[in-house]
């Protein structure tokens, strides 16, 4: 139970943060709205850069994201979009490297 509240609480942090940041499109209901929760995650593209793109400058900065199709081919082609970055939490980070 523990385990499970650290994880929706750090992923609706997440969430709350980068929907702040200008320029960012997140993909997916917000965990507010998702009735059944959801994982710590938060897919999303930068307006003018590709995530593969997004990807190396936040690997310069130290921040560690995966980018590309994420097995979901289908869902970014009724997307329109060619790729997606996807920053994933769990219990061994912090709302502190969130906010980095």
Known sequence: ??????????GSYLWERMSAVPDVTLYGPSPAASA??????ASFNVEGLHATDVSTLLDLSGVAVRSGHHCTQPLHREL???ASARASLYLYNSEAEVDT
Do not use: Q, T
């Open 80 to 82: 329109g979009i060619a």
């Open 1 to 10: 139970d523990n385990v499970h509240k650290f994880e929706s609480d750090i």
């Open 36 to 41: 059944r929760g959801r994982a710590a995650l």
